[in-house]
T-cell receptor, first 114, second 112 residues
Framework: ETGVTQTPRHLVMGMTNKKSLKCEQHLGHNAMYWYKQSAKKPLELMFVYSLEERVENNSVPSRFSPECPNSSHLFLHLHTLQPEDSALYLC?????????????FGPGTRLTVL | TQLLEQSPQFLSIQEGENLTVYCNSSSVFSSLQWYRQEPGEGPVLLVTVVTGGEVKKLKRLTFQFGDARKDSSLHITAAQTGDTGLYLCAGARITSYDKVIFGPGTSLSVIP
């Protein structure tokens, strides 16, 4: 595997379900990100982890819970979501905090909340 | 108000035509990236510009960073159907580490 991978690619869940999104980067990067992309809205930064420490939490509701067990893996745990949480969830990684902020994205998880 | 604005929001052109899309802000950025995103996929980095006035070329794509590092343009020569996608600009703010701000994107459709 190369680059940034995300699983699952598609997820349909009810409002009472608990699910997790997984992201893995094979680039040796130090920072990982979760973004939300909704129709007709810019990419919204949700969380940033740098060297496994959360450095940004962009006022995201507590029904979204990130986890970064090591620099290669990032999870987004979901529970009691709302229909307006339906979106494309993108994971990204970058090499170095001082290095120009170029980000490498995974293919995303298309989430539908019923 | 958005920190980064992009124009036009939508663009539909014939194959072979030239086009320019713009990315504007009132903020100064330490660097600016352009990405292209195809439906159902994540954005793919095209280029990073760092120096005010910098021009970079990537085959038929020409990227320019404004002298004041507040704006950028992307010019495509002789567009092809494979250029279809959402073009996103993203700026890294000088005063904020590890945070890249994305514009809303320009959706380009190249018709054969």
């Amino acid at each position: 595997e190369t680059g940034v991978t995300q699983t699952p690619r598609h997820l349909v869940m009810g409002m009472t379900n608990k699910k997790s999104l997984k992201c893995e980067q094979h680039l040796g990067h130090n920072a990982m990100y979760w973004y939300k992309q909704s129709a007709k809205k810019p990419l919204e930064l949700m969380f940033v982890y740098s060297l496994e420490e959360r450095v940004e939490n962009n006022s995201v509701p507590s029904r979204f819970s990130p986890e970064c067990p090591n620099s290669s893996h990032l999870f987004l745990h979901l529970h009691t979501l709302q229909p307006e949480d339906s979106a494309l969830y993108l994971c990204a990684s970058s090499g170095d905090r001082a290095g120009g902020h170029e980000q490498f994205f995974g293919p995303g998880t298309r989430l539908t909340v019923l | 108000t958005q920190l980064l604005e992009q124009s036009p929001q939508f663009l539909s052109i014939q194959e072979g035509e030239n086009l320019t899309v713009y990315c504007n802000s009132s903020s100064v950025f330490s660097s600016l990236q352009w990405y292209r995103q195809e439906p159902g996929e994540g954005p793919v980095l095209l280029v990073t510009v760092v120096t005010g006035g910098e021009v970079k070329k990537l085959k038929r794509l020409t990227f320019q960073f404004g002298d004041a590092r507040k704006d950028s343009s992307l010019h495509i020569t002789a567009a092809q159907t494979g250029d279809t996608g959402l073009y996103l600009c993203a700026g890294a703010r000088i005063t904020s580490y590890d945070k890249v701000i994305f514009g809303p994107g320009t959706s380009l459709s190249v018709i054969p």
